[in-house]
Nanobody, 118 residues
Framework: QMHLVESGGGSVQPGESLTLSCVAS????????MAWYRQAPGKERESVARVTSAGSATYAESVKARFTISRDNAKNTVTLQMNSLKPEDSAVYFC????????????WGQGIQVTVSS
């Protein structure tokens, strides 16, 4: 079983930056694809960014060139650096882990609030 704990959320003004971190328990972190999702009030949860165990990253179009996802397998940590934040980035952000092995296994963090407002 893997536990995911997010940190780093908060309230910022448009144009500012935030860094979200997610620490995973367990010793199989390096065979999971790690991702960040977000969900705004009244909207569906959407994928923001993901990084495979090999370090290949993909992003939603809405955050490309502003957000950067990275992972540190030695520390069981995935980080989302968010720059040039916009009000529409306001949401609860969730850490997500998907096992890359032969069967389906996913884990979710509890979520952390990010608010971008002037």
């Amino acid at each position: 079983q893997m536990h995911l704990v997010e940190s780093g959320g908060g309230s910022v003004q448009p144009g500012e930056s935030l860094t979200l971190s997610c620490v995973a328990s367990g010793n199989l972190f390096n065979i999971y694809t790690m991702a960040w999702y977000r969900q705004a009030p009244g909207k569906e949860r959407e994928s923001v960014a993901r990084v495979t165990s090999a370090g290949s990253a993909t992003y939603a179009e809405s955050v490309k060139a502003r957000f950067t996802i990275s992972r540190d397998n030695a520390k069981n940590t995935v980080t989302l650096q968010m720059n040039s934040l916009k009000p529409e980035d306001s949401a609860v952000y969730f850490c997500h882990a998907q096992y890359e092995g032969p069967f389906s296994l996913v884990h979710w963090g509890q979520g952390i609030q990010v608010t971008v407002s002037s």
